[in-house]
């Protein structure tokens, strides 16, 4: 099977290789298939216990323990802008690059020197992020 971008298959087309650019890189890969997915969550949860007895077995204690999820309060962000587009040669994008497969550019939507725009308008920006840290205490009795 032969994948053609410019040229048809009588005069012999070629791939266009200019327009299989990873988006906002420019480097040759491979790369993993979880390339453009959200980062990976770093959580370090800690947790602390005591333990009382109130009797001689040890059947009965209080348990005083504090708990703390993402100790570290290390950010975690989500909802990356990953979008990306491919223009031909005349300015169009979209469907209506197929019916004109010259001079395709694939093009990111970078954020412009100065601009105000709410976070995560433009490629590569994140809108949201995960919790931060919780704590916790609690007291079990155990009987």
């Known amino acids: 099977m032969r994948f053609l971008l410019n040229g048809s298959p009588q005069t012999g087309g070629t791939i266009n290789m200019s327009a299989l650019v990873v988006p906002g890189i420019n480097n040759i890969g491979p790369y993993p298939r979880t390339y453009l997915r959200n980062p990976w969550i770093a959580n370090q949860d800690l947790s602390v216990f005591k333990n009382i007895t109130f009797s001689a077995d040890g059947k009965r204690y209080l348990q005083l323990r504090l708990e703390a999820f993402n100790a570290l309060n290390h950010p975690q962000f989500s909802g990356y802008n990953l979008t990306s587009n491919v223009t031909n040669g005349a300015g169009a994008t979209g469907n209506s690059i197929f019916s004109n497969f010259t001079g395709l550019v694939a093009s ?36």
């Open 108 to 143: 990111n939507n970078t954020r412009p020197a100065g601009s105000t725009s709410v976070l995560g308008t433009y490629f590569g920006e994140y809108s949201g992020a995960q919790n931060m840290r919780v704590v916790q205490i609690a007291a079990k009795f155990y009987f």
